[in-house]
T-cell receptor
Framework: NAGVTQTPKFQVLKTGQSMTLQCAQD?????MYWYRQDPGMGLRLIYY???????DKGEVPNGYNVSRLNKREFSLRLESAAPSQTSVYFC?????????????FGEGSRLTVL | GDSVTQMEGPVTLSEEAFLTINCTYT??????LFWYVQYPGEGLQLLLK?????DKGSNKGFEATYRKETTSFHLEKGSVQVSDSAVYFC????????FGAGTRLTVKP
């Protein structure tokens, strides 16, 4: 019953460093998402993938890249981290497309950029 | 654009008190409406949903009714427990999922 698994759970970076957040789901879902959660702002969509090999920008894509490696895995990369990217990042998946809801979330990855 | 506004927190209640968390929305088209809950240290999980006007979603003693005339989807529970302490997010889905800012609820014994 793993559901959506994210790694790492915590990471501290210096400005300009790069890193990749990994996400995998075992529910055979088609759609996968990356969100960031900031205080007072709820969750904002960074990128979305409807299927392997396809990705779409969300509300806040600048400074990020993604890769949908296969149906299970969807990674988020920060090429040159900035303090504004300090946040909690959530990966999610859904059976249908983004229109129909229910999202299943991972436990989150807390990133601090110094 | 599509958006959700929910009451600011934090909300602190005593055990067995009545809970209301207000949520209103702005949307083009006909959204589905959701309440998600985030317990400490965890990701969000769906609490309840409603897909059309006048539908009532319910789960774990929580209820919310889709009111098109007032564009609202208020969350209610008749008697809260300490275990209900969490952050609650209202959300809508038309073309994609849009979340409110979240309301932190603390229930004291």
């Amino acid at each position: 019953n793993a559901g959506v698994t994210q790694t790492p759970k915590f990471q501290v970076l210096k400005t300009g460093q790069s890193m990749t957040l990994q996400c995998a789901q075992d529910m055979n879902h088609n759609s996968m998402y990356w969100y960031r959660q900031d205080p007072g702002m709820g969750l904002r969509l960074i990128y979305y993938s409807a299927s392997e090999g396809t990705t779409d920008k969300g509300e806040v894509p600048n400074g990020y890249n993604v890769s949908r490696l296969n149906k299970r895995e969807f990674s988020l990369r920060l090429e040159s981290a900035a303090p504004s990217q300090t946040s909690v990042y959530f990966c999610a998946s859904s059976e249908g497309n983004r229109r129909t809801g229910e999202l299943f979330f991972g436990e989150g990855s807390r990133l601090t950029v110094l | 654009g599509d958006s959700v506004t929910q009451m600011e927190g934090p909300v602190t209640l005593s055990e067995e008190a009545f809970l209301t968390i207000n949520c209103t929305y702005t949307a083009t088209g006909y959204p589905s409406l959701f309440w998600y809950v985030q317990y400490p240290g965890e990701g969000l999980q769906l609490l309840l949903k409603a897909t059309k006007a006048d539908d009532k979603g319910s789960n774990k003693g929580f209820e919310a009714t889709y009111r098109k005339e007032t564009t609202s989807f208020h969350l209610e529970k008749g008697s809260v427990q300490v275990s209900d302490s969490a952050v609650y997010f209202c959300a809508l889905s038309v073309h994609d999922m849009r979340f409110g800012a979240g309301t932190r609820l603390t229930v004291k014994p």
